[in-house]
């Protein structure tokens, strides 16, 4: 008896119930579309305040698109009186026949005619290299990397500026423009950027207190600076640097400025790497003899480039995007080609702005989205392949 | 005979397989690179600089600018103000612009990744939606338009529209009524400011007070009447002594009022709604770090939902998202710099552009502007340093 009076005792305390709750009723359903539809939309009156306005907005947003995209659209027509409101007496959405006659221009700039299909064969080879390279089941695709990061830069450098003594006509590279500009920064920019972000990695991981001051110096200004400081510094700063009849071309500066910019954010990367490695491994490899270089290339790098490919693409992701920059420069990518037409007098429309806009969104948004998706499905493999 | 002699100590390696020699050796062969490199680089300098008559030394910096910028926070003539008055000006609007882009980027990031964690279905799936759309358009893309075809597709100043309250939105700006102060305003500034310091002392009682007894005080509201209530009942005592210069349209222009540049809008949006992207999944991961053992534990020593958040998880969350979240601030600040290619007159516009296209000086004007960014980047990673430094997790 003294036992529950204990508890009744405890019972009396102000937060403790005496009485016992009614058993809640049975949900109606927990399974199926209803019950989905209960829990994750209807839950409860904030959410189906919520609901009703988010979806609203996505319905505007999906009408205004589409309007703009498709319904209200002009397909057809030779200038800009298809594309005025005023002219057409109608509501007027995306300008196509603009993008239809510039589409050449947005391509290859300003490439000469009768030469472009040496550009086509440059987008060909590339595309064979990323295809040879990343799909998992290809035969030899240690053979892919070689030409890939070899063959394919020195043939396109060739194709593409020109050889006289094998019969290809020297292009400038000022001529250069478009797609091709945005594609040869980006590839220049991916080609360059690991290794050397694999160097400065190394240095800075290095036991050489000189070689690891440098890497750090190098590594922290270039990530400290924005990357129109250090484009500036390639296009005004580096002719003063060189010898007057070496000075490098416009394009190649705002090149070299890519590069060393990419580089610093992938040494971070891959130092990120570097450092989820087990010492054990370190040991391991120094313990069956193999020295620095190869105790890297055998055993550390392959296992530490392996979890960091995600963070790698995300950086390439980052840097196809940063090309744009190049645009300040005063070099004709694929924004600039736009933002020159867009202002073009022939074309020159309310609607016409906009247009030139969704077409570059649309470029970007498809290589950075299947980039992104890349990323996203090999870190789900390698996921799979650490469980047991 | 050394051949024969038997070995005493550890076994003898040729001076050059070394290790240590071998390192010394390399260190001194990057640094001579080093060395050479910026040798030829400087020696060129010198001559393509000798060669094209331009001045070098930061001499430029006392000279009469003579151009005009757009936006000044700062007292600037092109008459009599010299390109260092610029560098300063142009300094400010960047600070100006970072500092606005990075509050509204955090609200709208917050709400994104917070509505991508939602139960509702349709909430997260559209902020999942925004944030990849966002984050995979070039910046540049984003500003050109906003700048391009929205801003500068607003009707002429004759066409304006109109903001209820008095401002009017066009192809040239936000114009807003400007505040001005009458005889007495000083006394509301007075009455906010008690009101704050009373707010700050009523906390405090009341967190010790409830360490104290577990009584808990309507902090809240008390705040809330002491920051907005009093100050406006001071107002309302003295009479209202405020009043608006409205904006007026002129035939081309606008006199009187706030001007907001659409270059300044533009980049502000632009760079507000990109970087929110980015700190939306800063804000998504850090929540999703926070194990789902740490809020059951939470309900089962008896605290509600709303506390739980607030003591339980949000405090372990901002462990992980804090120093991410910096980096996405310093971003915001070093991308403000796209600015040149819209026309906002910010340091990189107005330094690195113009003062360098007038004076020539490219190494001194660079090297400024670069020093600037990195003293911004380097102080921010050192103060990140010592805030992670106090959070670490103490482990056993």
């Known amino acids: 008896m003294t036992m529950s009076e204990g508890d009744l005792a405890v019972a009396k305390i102000a937060f403790v119930r005496d009485t016992v709750i009614d058993p809640r009723k049975p949900p109606i359903s927990m399974t199926g579309p209803w019950a989905w539809l209960r829990e994750r939309l209807l839950s409860t009156p904030f959410n189906v305040v919520m609901t009703i306005l988010v979806g609203a907005l996505l319905a505007w947003v999906g009408y205004e698109l589409a309007r703009f995209l498709l319904i209200d659209a002009v397909w057809t027509g030779v200038d800009r009186d298809a594309c005025r409101e005023e002219v057409q007496q109608r509501a007027i959405g995306a300008c196509w026949p603009f993008v239809w006659e510039r589409l050449n221009y947005f391509t290859y700039g300003s490439y000469p005619i009768s030469e472009r299909w040496r550009v086509d064969i440059f987008f060909a080879m590339l595309a064979f290299g990323v295809v040879w390279l990343l799909s998992l089941n290809a035969p030899r695709r240690d053979l892919g990397a070689a030409y890939f990061f070899i063959i394919v830069p020195v043939t396109s450098f060739i194709l593409l500026s020109g050889w006289e003594a094998i019969g290809l006509r020297t292009v400038d590279t000022s001529l250069w423009g478009g797609v091709l500009v945005t594609i040869v920064v980006a590839s220049v920019g991916i080609v360059v950027s690991l290794p050397l972000g694999i160097l400065l990695a190394l240095g800075r991981r290095s036991d050489m207190p000189a070689v690891r001051m440098a890497s750090i110096v190098f590594i922290e200004f270039v990530r400290g600076v924005p990357l129109v400081t250090v484009l500036f510094m390639a296009s005004v700063m580096l002719p003063l640097f060189v010898p007057e009849h070496l000075s490098p071309d416009k394009l190649v500066r705002a090149l070299v400025g890519i590069a060393l910019f990419a580089s610093a954010y992938m040494a971070e990367v891959v130092r990120a790497g570097l450092q989820s490695m087990p010492k054990g491994q370190y040991e391991g490899a120094m313990a069956v003899g193999l020295g620095y270089w190869q105790m890297m290339r055998l055993i550390i790098l392959p296992q530490a480039l392996k979890v960091t490919i995600p963070n790698i693409v995300n950086t390439y992701i980052g840097l196809f995007k940063d090309t744009t920059l190049v645009f300040i420069v005063g070099i004709f990518d694929l924004l600039r080609t736009i933002e020159v037409s867009r202002i073009d007098p022939k074309w020159a429309a309310p609607v016409t702005s906009t247009t030139g806009y969704a077409v570059a969104a649309i470029f970007y948004l498809v290589f950075c989205y299947a980039m992104s998706r890349y990323a996203r499905v090999t870190e789900e493999r390698l996921a799979k392949s650490d469980k047991r | ?396």
């Open chain 2, 1 to 396: 005979m050394s051949s024969d002699s038997t070995p005493s100590g550890p076994a003898r390696v040729a001076f050059y397989n070394d290790p240590k020699i071998r390192s010394i050796f390399y260190q001194l062969a990057l640094l001579a690179a080093i060395a050479f490199l910026v040798y030829g680089a400087v020696s060129n300098a010198i001559e393509n600089l000798a060669r094209a008559n331009i001045a070098s030394g930061f001499g430029f910096w006392n000279n009469t600018a003579g151009f005009d910028i757009s936006q000044t926070l700062i007292s600037y003539s092109s008459q009599a103000s010299t390109y260092g008055r610029a560098f300063w000006v142009g300094l400010l609007n960047t600070l100006l612009v970072a500092g606005l882009g990075i509050v509204f980027a955090t609200i709208l990031g917050f709400i994104v990744g917070l509505s991508r964690l939602s139960k509702n279905w349709l909430l997260s799936k559209v902020a999942g939606g925004f944030v990849e759309t966002i984050r995979n358009l070039p910046l540049l893309l984003q500003l050109l338009f906003w700048y391009n075809a929205v801003l500068k597709a607003l009707p002429d100043i004759r066409d304006s529209i109109v903001i209820p309250g008095g401002g009017m939105i066009n192809n040239r700006g936000l114009f807003l009524p400007r505040p001005e102060f009458l005889y007495g305003f000083e006394m509301v500034l007075v009455a906010l400011a008690v009101g704050v310091a009373g707010s700050i002392g009523f906390y405090i009682w009341a967190r010790k007070r409830q360490e104290r007894t577990g009584q808990q005080a309507p902090v809240a509201a008390v705040v809330l009447a002491l920051v907005i209530g009093l100050p406006l009942a001071v107002l309302a005592l003295k009479g209202f002594p405020l009043s608006f210069s409205y904006p007026q349209a002129g035939r081309f222009n606008i006199a009187g009022g706030v001007e907001i540049l659409p270059e300044f809008a533009a980049l502000l949006f632009g760079l507000s709604i990109y970087t929110a992207a980015f700190i939306a999944e800063v804000v998504r991961a850090g929540v999703l770090a926070v194990s789902h053992g740490q809020v059951e534990a939470a309900y089962s020593l008896g605290l509600q939902p709303r506390p739980t958040l607030r003591l339980i998880v949000v405090p372990q969350a901002m462990r992980v998202i804090i120093p991410p979240l910096t980096s996405q601030y310093l971003n915001l600040t070093k991308n403000s710099s796209l600015a040149v290619a819209i026309g906002y007159p910010d340091l990189v516009q107005v330094f690195t552009g113009t003062v360098l296209n007038q004076t020539g000086q490219a190494v001194e004007v660079v090297a400024i502007t670069m020093l600037v960014y990195l003293v911004i980047s380097l102080s921010t990673s050192l103060l990140m340093n010592i805030y992670n430094r106090r959070v670490a997790l103490v482990e056993r």
